[in-house]
């Protein structure tokens, strides 16, 4: 098995897969936003108990907004990171469309 673009690729491969290396990717960015808390909601007080600045407090929302994710990309991402990793991987090497794969997140 040979290695391309740091994935191991079958001997038969003819290179890259770009649709493989973004959906895990989109993947990776939904685990790594799933560890982010979400808000609880409703209105933000001025301060913090402890006295911190509530504006450098971080929501799951915010943090994808400042990577640049829309909201849907954001909960595409989630719903991929939801999926088991042996199932996910299944799916992309059977190439299937990040949109698929985000119905099989949707719990």
């Known amino acids: 098995m040979t290695v ?3 994935i191991p690729q079958m001997e038969s491969g003819n290179g890259c897969h770009p649709e493989r290396i973004r959906a895990r990717a989109t993947r990776r960015a939904g685990e790594l936003l799933k560890q982010v808390e979400p808000s609880k909601g409703g209105r ?7 006295g911190a600045d509530p504006s450098f407090s971080t929501s799951r929302k915010s943090a994808a907004a400042d990577a640049g994710f829309s909201e849907r990309q954001a909960k595409t991402a ?7 990793e042996h199932d996910f991987e ?8 990040i ?4 119905e099989a997140g949707t719990c």
């Open 78 to 84: 989630q719903r991929l990171a939801n999926i088991p």
């Open 99 to 102: 949109t698929k794969m985000a």
């Open 4 to 6: 391309i673009c740091g």
């Open 90 to 97: 299944k799916m992309v090497e059977a190439d299937t469309t």
């Open 44 to 50: 933000p007080i001025s301060e913090t108990k402890d």
